[in-house]
């Protein structure tokens, strides 16, 4: 069993940057690809980026340039770097894991591919 928890949301201007992160409990947490994901009101929940064990990244073709997954094995932590924010990423922003090591390009964006998820965090951009 994993257990995640994500921190580093909160309210920010327009052009800001914020750094999320989602801590995992377990001793495998090298093994696991991992991703984030955020749903906005009233959407379905929407594919950001996904890291898998070795460090390949894969990212959603709307955040490509302003967001960076990252991953610290040793601390048990995957991170996602905000730039230049926008009003329409306000959304709450989902951290998951997968027992597969790589899930990449075909599988990444698909939320069944990810096995626990955790509570989310919220990001509010104001214009």
């Known amino acids: 069993q994993v257990q995640l928890e994500e921190s580093g949301g909160g309210l920010v201007q327009a052009g800001g940057s914020l750094r999320l992160s989602c801590a995992a409990s377990?001793?495998?947490?090298?093994?696991?690809?991992m991703g984030w994901f955020r749903q906005a009101p009233g959407k379905e929940r929407e594919f950001v980026a996904t890291?898998?064990?070795?460090?390949?990244?894969y990212y959603a073709d709307s955040v490509k340039g302003r967001f960076t997954i990252s991953r610290d094995n040793a601390k048990n932590t995957v991170y996602l770097q905000i730039n230049n924010l926008k009003p329409e990423d306000t959304a709450v922003y989902y951290c998951?894991?997968?027992?597969?090591?790589?899930?990449?390009?075909?599988?990444?964006?698909?939320?069944?591919?990810?096995?626990?998820w955790g509570q989310g965090t919220q990001v509010t951009v104001s214009s």
């Open positions: 377990g001793r495998t947490f090298s093994n696991y690809a």
């Open positions: 890291i898998d064990w070795s460090g390949s990244t």
């Open positions: 998951a894991a997968s027992r597969r090591a790589h899930v990449g390009a075909q599988l990444g964006y698909i939320v069944s591919s990810y096995d626990y």
